[in-house]
C-alpha cells in the first residue's frame, strides 16, 4: 500500500515537473506560473542551472530533477533490492557513499571553487536519490504498522472494558 | 504487547521551530533549494533529539512519525517567518520597477504578472493554502528526513524479546 502511494506520488510530482515548461509552451502563462510557484519553496529554479523542454526551463534545476529521477530509479529498485517486507534501513556507510559526491560538488559551487555543468549536478543529484526510497518506503510503512497495532491496542482495551 | 509511545513533540516542536525559522529567512532559506535541506536535516535533529530522550530503542516509523511532525511544525513558523519578508520583498520589486519606467526601460514581460501574483499570495486564502501546501511537502521531506536520523543517530531494529515483538517484522506485510 506503502509503496503503491509512494509510486503514484513521484510519478505525479515528475509530471508536475514537465507540465510547467509544457504549459508555458502553450501560452497558459498563469497555470505555468503556479506549478513554478508549487516548486518555488523547494529549488531555486535558476533558468541555467535547469534543463529545458521546448525552450522553457523545467520546474526544477539539474541537480533535483537528478534527485527525484534517481528516487524513481531506487523506487522501482526497492523489491527487487529489498522486498516488500522488509523494514531494515540501509547502512550509515552506503548513505555517506553516495551523499559524498553531491555534497562536494554543492559546497565547491557555494564556495566558487568550482562551477559543475548541469550534467554533473543531475549524475551527483541521481546518485543520493537512489537511496532515499529505502529510507522512505521503510519508515512510512513502518509508521503504518505502529498507527496499526496502536489502534488496535487501543481497540483492545476498550473491548475489555474498565476493570 | 505494545513498545512505549515515544514522545514525539517536544522534539517535533524544537526542531521544526528552528528548520522553519531557518526556512523563512531571506538568503539562508535558499538551504532548501537543496532538497529541503532544513527540513530534512530538522528532521534528523528531531529524530536524534527523540533516540536521547527515549530510554528504548527506535524504529523507521518512529523516525517518520517525528520527521513529519517536525515538518508541519516548520510550515507553520516558515509561513509566519516569510510574512514580514515577503511584504518588503515585494515593496522592493515595486520600487525597482517604478525606477525602470522613470528611465523609460522596458520592463521584463512576465515580471508585473509575477507581482500581481505575490500580492494575491498575500490575502489569507493564499497564505492559507500555501501553508497546507508546504505542510504536506514538508511532512513528506521530514518523514525522510526523520527515518535518516533514525538510521544515523538512533539504533536500526528492536532485537526480539519475550515480552516485545519484534519491530521489523519477518513475515510479508500489506503496509509496504
Known sequence: MVYAATVAGTVLWLAAILLAPWLAGRGADGAARIVYAVFAPVCHQDPQRCFALGGHPLAVCGR??????????????????????????????????????????GVAGVLGLWRSPIGVRFV??????????FYFVAGVADLVLIRRRRRSGRGLEKSQGPT | MNKPKPEYLRPALIAGAVAGLLSGLPIIGAG??????????????????LAAQTPGLLTAGDGAIVGALTGIFAAVVDTLVKMP??????????????????YGTDIPSGLEGWLDLGSGALSP?????????????????????????VSLFGRKAIPPTPSAPPATPQGPSDAT
Open chain 1, 124 to 133: 551527483t543529484g541521481f546518485a543520493w536519490g537512489t537511496i532515499l526510497p
Open chain 2, 125 to 149: 486564502g493564499w497564505l492559507l493554502l500555501g501553508l497546507f501546501f508546504s505542510a504536506a511537502v514538508y511532512a513528506v521531506m521530514g518523514a525522510l528526513g526523520g527515518t535518516i536520523g
Open chain 1, 64 to 105: 533535483c530533477l537528478g534527485i527525484y529521477m534517481g528516487f524513481a530509479a531506487g523506487l522501482a529498485l526497492t523489491p527487487f533490492v529489498r522486498g516488500f517486507s522488509r523494514l531494515a534501513l540501509p547502512r550509515g556507510r552506503i548513505f555517506a557513499v553516495l551523499i559524498l559526491p553531491m555534497a562536494l560538488d
Open chain 2, 85 to 102: 519578508f515577503q511584504r518588503y520583498n515585494l515593496e522592493l520589486a515595486r520600487r525597482i520597477l517604478d525606477r525602470f519606467s522613470e
Open chain 2, 32 to 49: 532548501n533549494c537543496l532538497c529541503c535541506l532544513w527540513i530534512v536535516g530538522g528532521a534528523a535533529v528531531a529524530a536524534k533529539l
